[in-house]
């Protein structure tokens, strides 16, 4: 790069090589017969449009092999797809799961959002997506779909890609978009039978044909109904294949339901109980510890009955994930089959337990993400009734994100399930203790939704605090979207709230969102009327953290109206007490940085300007925030461009259009483009 002069050089390691994603699970050893399904699939996907990818749906009822078979095709396809196979689940706990969630799994699987928050809103995130997926040879699978609407935005514009979509349905509504559509049948009687062998053993079918052939004709051809009775009759190999309690009287359940009512009813207790209690958890999956604590089971117990379930066929291992470690889920096919059974035999006490359980569990690990991510988050009033024996503590950021990341799939419905409940004041309090997800992952999307149910939880429990807590950081979610209008409404009635209550320290925080809004919306001069009266009080208070927040606003406010060095007072003594907390607040000491730079540069002081701006980069680099680095490139670019460095300023203006091209931040890829325009023009 040309520049006018070096200040400061910055090694940074190599970011690590993400690898190809592989997501296709293993085909069991066992996999039988499906040729013609197998055929349909290579068919269909080889003669792509000119313009889309093709899509492929393979239709058929609950248990008939859907994602095994399109894991297997997949598998045989490998070499098609060298960017990678991907997988996405399109329910999650029982319900349609959002097309964000599915496209945030697609994209941090290529990659993306490692050590970076991805965009938040869902147009966005669909419009990276289709960026990144335009030049790479990929395979997506979507598991369990409902409709062609959850498809449709998730279809690559590359003829190099392909999709497969299973579903229960046959989405006519896709096929008239252009899909594939292939019925998957129950496997043929001696196909089954050769399935029913290759679990069971070979000897046995030999040993006992009638009983092999009446039991794979009692499962309907239906392969996990095959699997769920040929698992019952390995564990118990002294009985004959003629006592098979599949084979008792007939019955006109469907086969599924009917083998899955056998094997249910022969479990022991504690694993039939573990499974009616799983059955009814508002969320995806679960791991270990949260198993544990939702079915008031110790740890080790609930290990081996997630091990001895799964190898029943009745649960399913996904993965290892970063502060949980394994993880399960039901089923899908069986999910409500086993909580119709916990209806029928546990009683309303115990149902709502589990919910509470799992609910404490959760409000318990999420202030543990507070406590490593964002210790000056204020804490509300808790009351576990059932708190967790061993709950989840963090030793880094990143695994207190990962289990944000990994769970917030389950946020919605367990919202929704607290609110059905009227447990208000854990809904209020898990919204409150999410706040490093919305914040830190920049979930805004989410945050709006939740922290408008988390106030309408607050003020029907009447805690004052929580009503506060709500109104301030769902007006700050509001002004994170743009919506600063109403964001400034959620300030002013979280104003009068705080002066109501005489807190000095609850005024000056929602007088210095009333400005902050203000600023974000280019009036500075009324913001400073607002953000002087805020830092006034924090210095009355000796609240260095909240008074050097606000007077972050001001040095900028004061800068960006011809004053910088007013601007550079203000924002060097914000800098210095910040760099005086404990604990340590890197994002914002690196925010008084960057205004510092800018401050300098409006000032023409322009080496000044390029070390504060370094130093704010490294500090963003270092706490993997895309949004500010981004920025803070563009401020370098500002710099240059004051400067009369024009070819660097075009260099830095690049680097900043990457990076929020990377983000999909459409409002700043605009100003950014411009600036460029403006560049190349003279």
Known sequence: MQARDIQTIHFHPERR????????????????????????????????????????????????????????????????????????????????????????????????????????????????????????????????????????????ASP?????????????????????????????????????????????????????????????GIPLAVGLAAGEAVLDPARPLSEHPVL?????????????????????????????????????????????????????????LLQDLTARYLLERTGLVAGRGEVYRLRAALRDQFRAAAVGTDSTETRTMVVQRYLDVLIATAHS?????????????????????????????????AWLE?????????????????????????????????????????????HKQGLRSALIWGERMAIREMTTTLALALKGTGQLAEAGQRYQEALDLANADEDRRGIAQCTMGIGACLWAGERYADAVTHLSEAARIYHDLEDLRGGALADILLGSAAARQGKPDNGVALLSGAHASLTLLKPPDPLNEGRALAFLGEAHSLAGRHDLAVTALTEARQIFEDLGHAHWLAHTIELLGQDAERSGAQEAALTWYTASLEQYAAQASFRDMERLRARLSTQTNQ
Request: aromatic residues 4%; proline residues 10%.
């Open 17 to 156: 090589a993400w690898p190809v994603p592989r997501q296709l699970p293993a085909v069991p050893r066992v996999f039988t017969d499906r040729r013609e399904a197998l055929a349909f699939l290579d068919t269909a996907l080889a003669y792509p449009p000119p313009t889309t990818a093709p899509v492929a749906v393979i239709s058929g009822p609950d248990g008939i092999g859907k994602r095994t078979l399109a894991a297997r095709w997949g598998h045989q396809a490998a070499g098609r797809f060298p960017d990678g196979q991907l997988v996405a689940r399109m329910r999650a706990a029982g319900r349609p799961a959002p097309v964000a969630e599915v496209t945030r799994g697609l994209l941090r699987a290529l990659g993306l959002g490692e050590g970076e928050a991805l965009p938040w809103h869902t147009e966005e995130l669909l419009a990276l997506w289709r960026s990144v997926s335009a030049t790479r040879r990929l395979l997506v699978v979507l598991e369990d779909t409902n409709a062609a609407e959850q498809v449709l935005p998730l279809v690559p």
């Open 369 to 401: 993400t507070v406590q490593q991510l964002t210790p000056h988050h204020r804490v509300l009033p808790r009351q576990y009734r059932h708190l967790p024996s061993e709950p989840i503590r963090f030793d880094s950021d990143r695994s207190a994100l």
């Open 406 to 450: 990994s769970i917030a799939p389950a946020v919605q419905p367990t919202l929704d399930a607290a609110r059905e409940l009227g447990e208000h004041q854990a809904l209020a309090t898990l919204v409150h203790d999410l706040w490093p997800l919305f914040h830190r992952l920049r979930r805004l999307d989410l945050s709006v939704v939740a």
């Open 248 to 304: 008792a009287p007939p019955t006109t359940a469907e086969a599924v339901t009917m083998t899955t009512g056998v094997v249910y009813g022969s479990l022991p207790e504690p694993e039939a109980r573990m499974l009616r209690l799983l059955a009814l958890l508002p969320a995806p999956d679960f791991d270990v510890l949260t198993a544990a604590a939702a079915t008031a089971t110790p740890v080790v117990q609930t290990a081996q």
């Open 160 to 220: 190099q890609c392909a999709v497969v979509v299973t579903s229960a349905a046959p989405l006519p509504a896709l096929v008239a978009a252009g899909a594939h559509l292939h019925r998957l049948e129950a496997l043929a009687p001696e196909h089954a039978l050769l399935l029913l062998g290759r679990i069971v053993g070979e000897q046995r079918i030999h040993a006992e044909p009638q009983a092999a052939a009446a039991l794979v004709l009692a499962c309907g």
